[in-house]
């Protein structure tokens, strides 16, 4: 989503599932376990902090806290195994993370030779907590021509400043890609598999206006 957040997470729990996900009240696990959200009031770009987590073949789950409000890709890196489930691989997040909106050029080429190094099969998680591009410096083509290498869209619209915007891809395989134009939350649901295989993916778009403005009526 944009300016704000969500969570990245992935768990292990007789399937192997990733979620990519913001609410505007709760975190809600996928074995069903609530962490509460601290009010804000001020806009909506700040209802949702953001997190990212996974969890290792027996289940344990690693929840990492990321920064608000910070420009550009958040990147996660899963390999996904048959037996082993789910592994973190890399981890591109808050002062890690490819910063296209500050450093376009640069950070473009870092992101694209990140993704040509990856073997196939390996799955890739992208969410942002602020405007992932600037207004008067969009990225090139090497941006997109990267992000089809993990499956998106072969007429991918381009992505506008502050568009909410999640992706789940796959190297050399077919990714699923959430972006909208006004302020929604994004979240993206999968069951991985080995090799890189996504089945069972739903999507959710959430008004964040619709949330503020009901949230403001139940203060009076």
Sequence with gaps: MARGGGWIGSCLCGKQHFTARSTPSTRRLLDGVAMPVPHRSMA???????????????????????????????????????????????SFVDRKRFDIYGKT????????????????????????????????????????????????????????????????GVKGGTGHLLMDKTKFLLRIDAALGAHGAIADVTTEKTDVTAKVILASAGKK
């Design 105 to 168: 050029d640069l950070e473009v080429d870092r992101f694209s030779a990140f993704v040509k190094k990856l073997p196939a099969g390996r799955v890739v998680a992208i969410a942002i907590t602020d405007t992932a591009v600037a207004a008067k410096r969009p990225p090139s083509d090497k941006l997109y021509d990267a992000l089809r290498l993990l499956g998106a869209p072969s007429q991918m619209e381009k992505i506008g400043y502050r568009f909410p915007f999640a992706f789940l």
């Design 44 to 90: 909506p770009d700040t209802l949702v902090d953001f997190h990212t987590g996974y969890c290792d073949a027996s289940g344990k789950q690693t929840v990492h806290e990321l920064t608000p409000n910070m420009t550009g890709f958040h990147v996660l890196e899963l390999d996904v195994h048959a037996t082993k489930g789910i592994t973190l691989c890399n």
